[in-house]
């Protein structure tokens, strides 16, 4: 069995792929890391409501993010 693995910089990053169950674990991690992964000046808001485009079309997203350096 192969693993994917991501090396950067001397640290080895492993891909991780999780079931439907995991994700409320996985959620709370990248919460926490939103300054990480998007950069220091965004905000986050950790608000699930549904929205609904002019066409129709329906979505639930995990939460929104404002990006100020844009």
Do not use: Q
Request: include cysteine; charge should be negative; hydrophobic fraction near 35%.
């Amino acid at each position: 069995m192969t693993e994917d693995i991501l090396l950067m910089d001397g640290v080895r990053y492993r891909l991780w792929n999780y079931d439907k169950k995991e994700r409320k674990n996985f959620e709370p991690i990248v919460v926490g890391h939103i300054g990480d992964i998007f950069g220091k000046d965004c905000l986050y808001f950790d608000i699930k409501k549904k929205i609904e485009s002019i066409t129709g079309e329906r979505s639930l997203p995990d939460g929104y993010l404002i990006d100020c350096d844009y």
